[in-house]
């Protein structure tokens, strides 16, 4: 597809942030949000970026060695493809799409070919069973899943009425998606996106109490990941390698939108186990670039022997949780590159963050990314600019990187938004030079 203006206001503050990546002040000075009047992230950057490209825009590599390389003019005409088929299959504008699959190819092709549909994408891990999905199929308002063959029979007992699509071996009652690939590569869309439609909509984790369903729109999570690009520290060319699992929002941040904002090429390594020596390895052969991984995993590599990686990363980050100071010196020492934090939420990009060519101060997650505005609450009134207290984002701005709101629960999205001025995010400690 060609460039489109909504393609070139994106480019324009991607490059903005590319230009200044190590340059935090300037940045965060100069960066301003790209708002255009409409705009189809697969649609109006994807497929630009995609035309005549034949770099790598995903890389798999399984367990037993094999690989999957799709390119990015190859993405795109299997999105296009999977885009016309999902609509002969009834897909349409506002549907809502569950779909549950691994670290394979369909993942990004069906999460590309519903945003040009302008459906709507409910992620959902592979790890849930019946109980989890019957409440998202009806919570949620599924038309359509697209699953797994393996994962089918979780559905055996989750009534409602939706197209059921299965990725792999055929399964009896549900369309294989193999079909689609006869679709026809080109494909045109049946109306304009508007930025504010509905694009993706997450289930929290609901530890104490039902999941809120988190809805983002066709720009707070695609043009929101702009500051999570710059926190990373992304490049065009690229090769990213973050681990999280599908269906969690961290997956689409680093495994999606960050890494093809910039141009970067998608690697992962699927394994049934967790083996650091191996990781270490194809990392080598890849070409790791920039790697994100949680501190779980951190921990597990640093058991490894580091210095067999003869190329290191030359951006390390870690999400979740502090690192604590061992950990990112033994690596700092082996690599010779520093462990970066960065903080947000599924309700959010990266709001806080150590960014690239930034002094790091140990123990603190960072300042505030390029198009937030962080204030802090104090503890006792609640009031902002305190000198200690509650990390919230002020509204007065409002950043582009934050959800439409909890879909369905007017009240909990007041609670959150904080009566529209500013939207208490975390608990805690924090101070305005870190945290």
Same mark, same amino acid.
């Given at each position: 597809?060609?460039?489109?203006?909504?393609?070139?206001?994106?480019?324009? @503050?991607?490059?903005?942030?590319?230009?200044?990546?190590?340059?935090?002040?300037?940045?965060?000075?100069?960066?301003?949000?790209?708002?255009?009047?409409? =705009?189809?992230?697969?649609?109006?950057?994807?497929?630009?970026?995609?035309?005549?490209?034949?770099?790598?825009?995903?890389?798999?590599?399984?367990?037993?060695?094999?690989?999957?390389?799709?390119?990015?003019?190859?993405?795109?005409?299997?999105?296009?493809?999977?885009?016309?088929?999902?609509?002969?299959?009834?897909?349409?504008?506002?549907?809502?799409?569950?779909?549950?699959?691994?670290?394979?190819?369909?993942?990004?092709?069906?999460?590309?070919?519903?945003?040009?549909?302008?459906?709507?994408?409910?992620?959902?891990?592979?790890?849930?069973?019946?109980?989890?999905?019957?409440?998202?199929?009806?919570?949620?308002? $599924?038309?359509?899943?697209?699953?797994? &063959?393996?994962?089918?029979?979780?559905?055996?007992?989750?009534?409602?009425?939706?197209?059921?699509?299965?990725?792999?071996?055929?399964?009896?009652?549900?369309?294989?998606?193999?079909?689609?690939?006869?679709?026809?590569?080109? =494909?045109?869309?049946?109306?304009? &996106?508007?930025?504010?439609?509905?694009?993706?909509?997450?289930?929290?984790?609901?530890?104490?109490?039902?999941?809120?369903?988190?809805?983002?729109?066709?720009?707070?999570?695609?043009?929101?990941?702009?500051?999570?690009?710059?926190? &990373?520290?992304?490049?065009?060319?690229?090769?990213?390698?973050?681990?999280?699992?599908?269906?969690?929002?961290?997956?689409?941040?680093?495994?999606?939108?960050?890494?093809?904002?910039?141009?970067?090429?998608?690697?992962?390594?699927?394994?049934?186990? =967790?083996?650091?020596?191996?990781?270490?390895?194809?990392?080598?052969?890849?070409?790791?670039?920039?790697?994100?991984?949680?501190?779980?995993?951190?921990?597990?590599?640093?058991?490894?022997?580091?210095?067999?990686?003869?190329?290191?990363?030359?951006?390390?980050?870690?999400?979740?949780?502090?690192?604590?100071?061992?950990?990112?010196?033994?690596?700092?020492?082996?690599?010779?590159?520093?462990?970066?934090?960065?903080?947000?939420?599924?309700?959010?990009? $990266?709001?806080?963050?150590?960014?690239?060519?930034?002094?790091?101060?140990?123990?603190?997650?960072?300042?505030?990314?390029?198009?937030?505005? $962080?204030?802090?609450?104090?503890?006792?009134?609640?009031?902002?600019?305190?000198?200690?207290?509650?990390?919230?984002?002020?509204?007065?701005?409002?950043? $582009?990187?934050?959800?439409?709101?909890?879909?369905?629960?007017?009240?909990?999205?007041?609670?959150?938004?904080?009566?529209? &001025?500013?939207?208490?995010?975390?608990?805690?400690? @924090?101070?305005?030079?870190?945290?």
């Amino acid at each position: 597809m060609a460039a489109t203006s909504a393609t070139e206001q994106f480019r324009e @503050a991607r490059d903005f942030l590319l230009r200044h990546r190590t340059d935090y002040e300037a940045a965060y000075a100069g960066f301003r949000w790209p708002r255009p009047e409409r =705009f189809n992230w697969a649609l109006d950057w994807f497929d630009a970026i995609a035309q005549g490209n034949d770099r790598p825009a995903l890389h798999i590599v399984e367990e037993d060695g094999t690989g999957t390389v799709v390119t990015f003019a190859a993405m795109a005409e299997r999105s296009s493809r999977t885009a016309n088929w999902l609509r002969g299959h009834g897909v349409a504008p506002g549907d809502r799409v569950l779909v549950m699959l691994g670290n394979q190819a369909e993942l990004w092709e069906t999460a590309l070919a519903a945003m040009k549909l302008r459906a709507v994408v409910i992620p959902a891990t592979p790890l849930l069973g019946p109980a989890d999905l019957r409440d998202r199929v009806e919570r949620g308002g $599924v038309r359509h899943v697209i699953a797994r &063959t393996e994962d089918t029979p979780k559905f055996t007992d989750v009534p409602g009425d939706y197209t059921r699509v299965a990725v792999g071996p055929p399964a009896e009652g549900w369309v294989p998606y193999s079909e689609a690939a006869a679709a026809p590569a080109a =494909f045109a869309p049946d109306g304009p &996106t508007d930025p504010d439609d509905p694009l993706m909509l997450y289930f929290t984790s609901g530890t104490t109490a039902r999941p809120k369903l988190v809805e983002h729109t066709h720009v707070s999570y695609p043009v929101g990941h702009l500051a999570t690009m710059y926190w &990373t520290g992304l490049r065009p060319g690229d090769v990213h390698l973050n681990i999280s699992s599908p269906g969690w929002a961290k997956h689409a941040w680093s495994n999606l939108f960050a890494p093809w904002n910039a141009e970067a090429t998608v690697f992962l390594h699927n394994y049934s186990r =967790f083996d650091a020596e191996r990781l270490l390895g194809e990392m080598e052969r890849a070409g790791v670039t920039t790697f994100c991984a949680p501190p779980t995993v951190w921990r597990m590599l640093i058991q490894a022997d580091l210095t067999r990686l003869a190329t290191p990363p030359r951006e390390a980050l870690a999400a979740g949780e502090p690192l604590n100071p061992e950990v990112i010196e033994q690596v700092r020492r082996a690599w010779g590159v520093t462990i970066r934090d960065g903080f947000g939420q599924t309700e959010t990009a $990266v709001q806080v963050a150590n960014t690239p060519g930034q002094r790091l101060k140990t123990g603190s997650m960072g300042r505030p990314s390029p198009g937030y505005t $962080v204030t802090l609450l104090d503890p006792v009134t609640g009031e902002p600019g305190a000198d200690e207290g509650e990390i919230a984002l002020d509204l007065a701005d409002r950043p $582009v990187g934050l959800m439409a709101g909890y879909r369905g629960d007017p009240e909990r999205t007041a609670e959150a938004m904080g009566g529209g &001025t500013t939207a208490p995010v975390t608990s805690g400690p @924090a101070t305005p030079t870190g945290t």
